[in-house]
């Protein structure tokens, strides 16, 4: 099952994100990825910060 939400920032600062999320038949979270971008005005000009992730599961067995 894949979902994927996505928003819209607004107000003091503004922006969108976007995330998407994998799951297996029973539920168990196997992939998750995010992208943000969020713009905030400052006396200098626009700030913008940006974050891009994911991790993934890649094996049931605990490592150790």
Do not use: N
Not at 1 to 16: F, I, K, M
Not at 33 to 61: A, K, M, N, Q, W
Request: hydrophobic content about 30%; cysteine-free.
């Amino acid at each position: 099952l894949h979902l994927r939400g996505e928003r819209t920032l607004s107000g003091g600062q503004d922006g969108e994100e976007a995330t998407d999320v994998w799951f297996r038949f029973d539920g168990l979270l196997v992939r998750y990825e995010r992208e943000i971008e969020v713009r905030t005005d400052s006396p200098v000009g626009t700030i913008t910060y940006t974050e891009s992730g994911h991790f993934e599961l890649t094996d049931l067995r605990p490592q150790t």
